[in-house]
């Protein structure tokens, strides 16, 4: 009986290690199993990329007339399920000049699913991108940044690279809710081939909306330029 309850224990402990340690793998930010991981860019040019996930949604209009107004260029990673239901604001990206990446159509947590989930979540979305009328390359970047196995090996398969980030200001709680401590973040953070990620869409980040213009604003006077990812890669 001491021993079923000893290898319990150990299985349970050994479980839990196997667990732990594909979280990590899939959350991080310098290996994958397959593909090219980019998390910024590496050049001496004071360049940066400027990266919206999710959407399209309700502040659509609102985020790309503050990019307007600063002539800045922008990177949209938007889902499927979201370029249905805001059509219209989607064309609006893609006419704007913007570059629109794909971004999953569910966003899904895509660790554990299948190669076939995952092919239909991102070349249905490849599909929803081009009806908009977006004709340049479609970048990829994961639901959560979190990938395993068969995401990067489809994106190695097809010769597509992992894009991911290195200026997160929304992941902490005491900055998240405070448009300036966002915009203050970035620039503490910032180094030339950075890629900033931001969640504008929707009201729950309306904190991170605001801090947009102050971002550009700051950067632009510290001799920062803002660019694409397709184009940032250029410079690696």
Do not use: C
């Not at 604001?89 to 989930?117: L, V």
């Not at 979305?125 to 959560?144: H, K, S, V």
């Not at 690279?161 to 809710?177: M, V």
């Amino acid at each position: 009986m001491k021993k079923i309850i000893v290898t319990l224990i150990l299985s349970v402990f050994a479980f839990a290690a196997i667990l732990y340690s594909i979280n990590e793998i899939s959350k991080s930010r310098s290996f994958q199993f397959f593909g090219e991981l980019i998390v910024d860019v590496e050049t001496d040019e004071k360049v940066v990329a400027l990266t919206f996930d999710d959407g399209p949604g309700i502040y659509t209009d609102q985020i790309l007339s503050i990019l307007k107004e600063e002539e800045v260029k922008g990177t949209f990673f938007l889902t499927g399920s979201e370029i249905e239901q805001f059509s219209d604001e989607a064309i609006n990206i893609a006419q704007d000049g913007h570059e629109i990446g794909n971004h999953s159509y569910s966003h899904p947590r895509m660790i554990f699913q299948s190669p076939s989930f995952i092919k239909e979540e991102i070349e249905l979305t490849d599909e929803l991108i081009r009806q908009i009328g977006y004709t340049g390359e479609i970048q990829f970047r994961p639901p959560y940044g979190k990938r395993f196995i068969f995401l990067p090996y489809y994106l190695h398969k097809e010769q597509r690279k992992t894009i991911l980030w290195n200026i997160e200001p929304e992941s902490y709680p005491d900055i998240a809710n405070d448009s300036t401590k966002i915009a203050e973040y970035v620039v503490e953070n910032i180094e030339p081939g950075s890629i900033i990620l931001l969640h504008v869409m929707y009201e729950s980040r309306i904190e991170s909306l605001h801090s947009v213009e102050k971002i550009i604003t700051e950067l632009k006077e510290r001799g920062y330029r803002f660019t694409t990812i397709s184009e940032l890669l250029e410079y690696d």
